[in-house]
């Protein structure tokens, strides 16, 4: 065998290149299925969590701590002509229950987790790590101070 090597040096890298590109190849495909697996093990709400009223989860709501549900706007919010918001349905009066926390209905927990899923979790990265700018660098999730 030894003999071989030495009429065909070439033989030798391309063992090597080729078992390089393997190893790329594999490489790659273990990372998108990392990657997979990281968005899959990713959600934004839990069954076992107590939520606050109001809590909110991009692209898909405000949870209803009273009902246990998240829907478009947030609770006892007020609109001219249609009233306050809860518990998804327009009241003439707001909701003077005072519910802090809550458990979310297990059925809703996935729901708002295919939803926000199907948003694109990559983006919900970026948009928890860099605040968004306008104008001349100003940050619109900031106040004064530091």
Same mark, same amino acid.
């Not at 190893?23 to 939520?51: F, H, I, P, Q």
């Not at 249609?82 to 059925?107: F, L, M």
């Given at each position: 065998?030894?003999?071989?090597?030495?009429?065909?040096?070439?033989?030798?890298?391309?063992?090597?290149?080729?078992?390089?590109?393997?190893?790329?190849?594999?490489?790659?495909?273990?990372? /998108? /299925?990392?990657?997979?697996?990281?968005?899959?093990?990713?959600?934004?709400?839990? /069954?076992?969590?107590?939520?606050?009223?109001?809590?909110?989860?991009?692209?898909?709501?405000?949870?209803?701590?009273?009902?246990?549900?998240?829907?478009?706007?947030?609770?006892?919010?007020?609109?001219?002509?249609?009233?306050?918001?809860?518990?998804?349905?327009?009241?003439?009066?707001?909701?003077?229950?005072?519910?802090?926390?809550?458990?979310?209905?297990?059925?809703?927990?996935?729901?708002?987790?295919?939803?926000?899923?199907?948003?694109?979790?990559?983006?919900?990265?970026?948009?928890?790590?860099?605040? /968004?700018?306008?104008?001349?660098?100003?940050?619109?999730?900031?106040?004064?101070?530091?």
């Amino acid at each position: 065998m030894q003999d071989w090597f030495q009429e065909s040096p070439m033989a030798l890298v391309y063992i090597f290149m080729a078992l390089a590109f393997i190893s790329m190849v594999m490489a790659n495909l273990l990372s /998108k /299925k990392v990657d997979e697996w990281r968005l899959n093990a990713r959600r934004a709400v839990t /069954k076992e969590t107590k939520y606050a009223n109001n809590h909110h989860v991009s692209d898909v709501g405000y949870y209803h701590a009273t009902s246990g549900v998240w829907y478009p706007e947030p609770w006892n919010s007020y609109r001219e002509g249609k009233g306050y918001n809860w518990d998804g349905i327009w009241h003439a009066e707001p909701d003077q229950r005072v519910v802090t926390t809550s458990i979310p209905q297990p059925d809703e927990v996935d729901r708002v987790n295919r939803l926000w899923f199907a948003a694109d979790p990559m983006r919900q990265h970026y948009y928890n790590e860099y605040p /968004k700018r306008s104008g001349f660098g100003g940050s619109s999730g900031r106040t004064s101070g530091s």
